[in-house]
Nanobody
Framework: QVQVVESGGGLVQPGGSLRLSCAASGRIFSSNVMGWYRQAPGKEREQVARVTSAGSTNYADSVKGRFTISRDNAKNTVYLQMNSLKPEDTAVYYC??????????WGQGTQVTVSS
């Protein structure tokens, strides 16, 4: 019932920047957690960052200081600003909108490739 669409992925050189966007639509409860996850070849999906409706954030140690997550509650949109990108950041990035166990939606993913 909740649709989640990511955008902003692409190819970038090491040290470059990208900004990912995730727009949610449908039956959305304002009190939720929105997060970014990624999955690289040969690895399990991992949490990159998350932000609550109140603005509390958490980051994976591997991206702390380089990535910034933010959200616009009025637009039901979450962003991930990715700076100082490294080749190891290459992955498919997924957006998640979670209200509870029964209302948990994922986007289709957007490819981020960091390579020279």
């Amino acid at each position: 019932q909740v649709q989640v669409v990511e955008s902003g992925g692409g190819l970038v050189q090491p040290g470059g920047s990208l900004r990912l966007s995730c727009a949610a639509s449908g039956r959305i409860f304002s009190s939720n957690v929105m997060g970014w996850y990624r999955q690289a070849p040969g690895k399990e999906r991992e949490q990159v960052a998350r932000v609550t409706s109140a603005g509390s954030t958490n980051y994976a140690d591997s991206v702390k200081g380089r990535f910034t997550i933010s959200r616009d509650n009025a637009k039901n949109t979450v962003y991930l600003q990715m700076n100082s990108l490294k080749p190891e950041d290459t992955a498919v990035y997924y957006c998640r909108v979670l209200f509870n166990h029964y209302l948990d939606s994922w986007g289709q993913g957007t490819q981020v490739t960091v390579s020279s």
